[in-house]
């Protein structure tokens, strides 16, 4: 039997406490990480999807030099199409049995060609072959029959608002610098060489390399040269020749020597 002390212990109803313990997987799809008020102040606080809303966009500006590339690509562009349909137009002459006028497709070729390489110069000559080619288009309607003014009116027409955005896109390249140019037509058509106006004649010629030595030009050797005094000599007439090393005794002349061992007499002499 165990013996102790034993100390009376009353327990009171206020002793104890009830006590809840919260369940945090009662609402686990809150969109808030929930903290509690006053635990950190300024500290993180959730936001909204609603309140982000209000929040501004941010623009940056556009480039003037971005904005007059894609005005100048896009004339092109137009250009282009609008040249496409003259010389589809072209063929309409057949109709009305106008052979003859069916190379004028070729001046829409020079329309074509002018807006795919942004040339001024191609697009003048286009310009001025237009307005001839309106003036022909008059007469001939004045002179042909009923079929053949009605085509005519509608060459005219097609034709003169092909020349209105032909003088509006010939004052837009006047405004481009060689430099944008060329970067204008590696935007439109790919990498394009710098020296276009190059014929083959001058292609053809040698280049000049102002750095450097000629390809054709020899080296000069500047490694010392050995003199007859400081050349290696000449080994001439060599012979084998035999070396003499002093013989070995054999084993029967070994067996012979004998080896007499030291006694104390002799250590102490």
């Known amino acids: 039997m165990n013996s102790g002390v034993q100390i009376p212990v009353q327990f009171h109803d206020s002793d104890f406490r009830e006590v809840q313990i919260q369940d945090q997987s009662e609402n686990p799809k809150s969109p808030f990480i929930m903290i509690p008020a006053g635990s950190r102040p300024g500290g993180f606080q959730p936001i909204a999807l609603s309140q982000l809303d209000s929040v501004p966009p941010i623009v940056s500006p556009l480039d003037p030099k971005d904005i007059k590339y894609r005005t100048v690509l896009k004339h092109s562009k137009r250009m282009r ?20 006028l069916l190379f004028l497709a070729f001046f829409a070729l020079l329309g074509f060609f002018s807006s795919f390489k942004l040339s001024r110069g191609l697009l003048m000559s286009y310009i001025i072959t237009l307005i001839f080619i309106m003036i022909l288009k008059i007469l001939l309607a004045a002179e042909g029959g009923a079929v053949a003014a009605v085509l005519m009116i509608l060459y005219f027409v097609v034709e003169a608002i092909i020349l209105y955005f032909a003088i509006k896109f010939f004052k837009l390249l006047g405004t481009l610098e060689p430099q944008e140019r060329l970067e204008l037509l590696m935007l439109q058509n790919g990498p394009v060489s710098s020296n276009q106006g190059i014929t083959r004649s001058e292609a053809a010629q040698p280049v000049q390399i102002p750095i450097g030595r000629p390809l054709n030009e020899q080296v000069p050797d500047n490694s010392p040269q050995l003199t007859p005094d400081f050349a290696a000599p000449k080994f001439t007439n060599l012979q084998p020749v035999q070396a003499e090393f002093p013989s070995l005794p054999n084993y029967s002349e070994a067996e012979e020597l004998h080896v007499k061992p030291l006694t104390p007499s002799d250590r102490l002499e």
Do not use: V
Request: proline share 0%.
């Open 81 to 100: 199409l609008l040249t496409i349909l003259d010389m589809i137009l072209c063929l309409l002459y057949l109709l009305i049995g106008q052979y003859i």
